[in-house]
């Protein structure tokens, strides 16, 4: 059993208008085996809570802790935290020209294990992993995401979920520009993780839709860099239905 815990988290950025404070002090643990969602309006400070988690250099945590199975989260690199076992599935997933898809993989896993996965089960491993996720297998060969549409680059995010194999994913917004199809096949894919791995997720979304496929067992609401409320599913079905005014009216009253 493994625990990600953020106590009190502040965050701010610099931005050409001064310091931005986004993060007011956000608490929540999430333990193996449990998927929490975040939802929130835009500029609520979903994803960068996702970034700060990541170790993203731009953003400046100003109070508060992460921790790893109670290991200081905010004293290690991206590296670092990649090999402890954190991973993010990003939001918009970068081009990387001239790094072909199996150089990449190969060379991340072994960077995250600190060994060099056996070459004849590793490349079984990865053609399965494509197979479930119909990524083509010509898709190897291609340099990291170039030339990807939004749902291949998405789902070759969750290739490499299901390969590296982390005690937590935060997956930023990952259904974001899929159609029904490919919203499906990546869902599967997050469960697959999550039940073979035994996975604590952290689902960030604006949408109810991804929840019919990925049933998270908490739900919170992000408003103006704070945990408006949180509870179980039924919360995800009141914001389907009835937006987020409540919240941001409580926010706007500074209650």
Same mark, same amino acid.
């Given at each position: 059993?493994?625990?990600?815990?953020?106590?009190?988290?502040?965050?701010?950025?610099?931005?050409?208008?001064?310091?931005?404070? +986004?993060?007011?002090?956000?608490?929540?643990? +999430?333990? /193996?085996?449990?998927?929490?969602?975040?939802?929130?309006?835009?500029? /609520?400070? $979903?994803?960068?809570?996702?970034?700060?988690?990541?170790?993203?250099?731009?953003?400046?945590?100003?109070?508060?802790?992460?921790?790893?199975?109670? @290991?200081?989260?905010?004293?290690?690199?991206?590296?670092?935290?990649?090999?402890?076992?954190?991973?993010?599935?990003? *939001?918009?997933?970068?081009?990387?020209?001239?790094?072909?898809?199996?150089?990449?993989? #190969?060379?991340?896993?072994?960077?995250?294990?600190?060994?060099?996965? %056996?070459?004849?089960?590793?490349? $079984?491993?990865?053609?399965?992993?494509?197979?479930?996720? #119909?990524?083509?297998?010509?898709?190897?060969? !291609?340099?990291?995401? @170039?030339?990807? /549409?939004?749902?291949?680059?998405?789902?070759?995010?969750?290739?490499?979920?299901?390969?590296?194999?982390? %005690?937590?994913?935060?997956?930023?917004?990952?259904?974001?520009?899929?159609?029904?199809?490919?919203?499906?096949?990546?869902?599967?894919?997050?469960? !697959?993780?999550? @039940?073979?791995?035994?996975?604590?997720?952290?689902? +960030?979304?604006?949408?109810? !839709?991804?929840?019919?496929? +990925?049933?998270?067992?908490?739900?919170?609401?992000?408003?103006?860099?704070?945990?408006?409320? *949180?509870?179980?599913?039924?919360?995800?079905?009141?914001? @389907?239905?009835?937006?987020?005014? !409540?919240?941001?009216?409580?926010?706007?009253?500074?209650?």
């Amino acid at each position: 059993m493994s625990t990600l815990e953020i106590k009190d988290l502040h965050v701010s950025i610099e931005t050409d208008q001064g310091t931005k404070h +986004i993060l007011k002090g956000v608490s929540l643990t +999430i333990s /193996s085996g449990e998927i929490h969602a975040i939802m929130g309006p835009n500029g /609520s400070g $979903k994803s960068t809570l996702a970034s700060t988690i990541a170790g993203h250099p731009r953003y400046e945590v100003t109070k508060g802790e992460i921790l790893l199975d109670g @290991e200081d989260v905010l004293e290690m690199g991206p590296d670092e935290r990649a090999q402890a076992g954190l991973f993010l599935a990003m *939001q918009y997933p970068v081009e990387v020209p001239g790094v072909t898809m199996t150089n990449f993989l #190969r060379t991340a896993k072994t960077a995250i294990d600190g060994e060099a996965p %056996k070459l004849r089960t590793w490349t $079984k491993e990865v053609k399965q992993a494509m197979e479930k996720l #119909r990524i083509d297998a010509d898709f190897a060969n !291609r340099n990291v995401n @170039e030339g990807f /549409s939004g749902g291949e680059k998405k789902r070759v995010e969750i290739l490499q979920l299901e390969l590296f194999k982390p %005690k937590f994913a935060i997956l930023d917004e990952t259904d974001s520009g899929l159609d029904i199809d490919a919203l499906r096949v990546v869902s599967e894919g997050v469960n !697959r993780a999550h @039940e073979d791995n035994d996975m604590g997720t952290l689902l +960030i979304t604006h949408y109810t !839709r991804i929840l019919n496929y +990925i049933k998270p067992s908490f739900v919170h609401v992000f408003v103006d860099g704070r945990v408006a409320e *949180q509870g179980g599913p039924e919360l995800a079905d009141e914001l @389907e239905a009835n937006g987020y005014d !409540r919240f941001l009216a409580t926010a706007a009253a500074g209650v």
